[in-house]
């Protein structure tokens, strides 16, 4: 079983910045990758971004070059960078990894723009 807990979430003006942070624990030996995805209200949840272990990092077209996902595999915490953040990104960003045959979420981070 991996736990994973979001935060840096918030509220945030248009064109302003966030960090979201992604702590892992538990059995982190399953970790293989890891990414961000959001839900807005009514609305589907979407992938935002991916980061595998080793390999190329993958982002949504609405987010390129804008956010930039990174981990740290020694502190088991993946990270999504947001910059010039835009109303429409307002949503709940929740963690994702998936490895030993599971994946797993964490409950989300609230992220507000306001424009």
């Known amino acids: 079983q991996v736990h994973l807990v979001e935060s840096g979430g918030g509220l945030v003006q248009a064109g302003g910045s966030l960090r979201l942070s992604c702590a892992a624990s538990g059995d982190t030996i399953c970790i293989s990758a890891m990414g961000w995805y959001r839900q807005a209200p009514g609305k589907e949840r979407e992938l935002v971004a991916t980061?595998?272990?080793?390999?190329?990092?993958y982002y949504a077209d609405s987010v390129k070059g804008r956010f930039t996902i990174s981990r740290d595999n020694a502190q088991h915490t993946v990270y999504l960078q947001m910059n010039s953040l835009k109303p429409e990104a307002a949503a709940v960003y929740f963690c994702?990894?998936?490895?030993?045959?599971?994946?797993?979420w964490g409950p989300g981070t609230q992220v507000t723009v306001s424009s």
């Open positions: 994702h990894s998936d490895g030993c045959g599971y994946a797993f």
């Open positions: 980061i595998p272990n080793g390999g190329s990092t």
